[in-house]
């Protein structure tokens, strides 16, 4: 069964930092572009950052610079790093996996539950 599992969420002030957590299961992990979305209060899920099992990376624009996505393939793990976070980066982030053609997987996206990140003033 695949499963996704975030933590590091929880409440920060502007200009802090939180790094978060997803643990995938192993069947997935190596095959898999896996991603960090967030949904903010109100508003549509959204990109913020992608890893390739290469390590090649994409992020949303907005992002760029202050966020940087990594991944353990010995921990089956992806983290987002997040710097000078500001009240607009408020949301549930979800992790989630894109298997690739090598993996039994491949056409599925699967998501964890989400994490919530809360930036006060």
């Known amino acids: 069964q695949v499963q996704l599992v975030e933590s590091g969420g929880g409440l920060v002030q502007t200009g802090g930092s939180l790094t978060l957590s997803c643990t995938a299961s192993?069947?997935?992990?190596?095959?898999?572009?896996m991603g960090w979305y967030r949904q903010p209060p109100g508003k549509q899920r959204e990109l913020v950052a992608q890893i390739a099992p290469s390590g090649q990376t994409n992020y949303a624009v907005s992002e760029k610079g202050r966020f940087t996505i990594s991944r353990d393939g010995a921990k089956n793990m992806v983290y987002l790093q997040m710097n000078s976070l500001k009240p607009d980066d408020t949301a549930v982030y979800y992790c989630s996996s894109q298997p690739d053609f090598r993996s039994q997987y491949y056409g599925m996206v699967y998501w964890g539950e989400g994490t919530q990140v809360t930036v006060s003033s």
């Open positions: 192993r069947d997935i992990f190596s095959t898999s572009v």
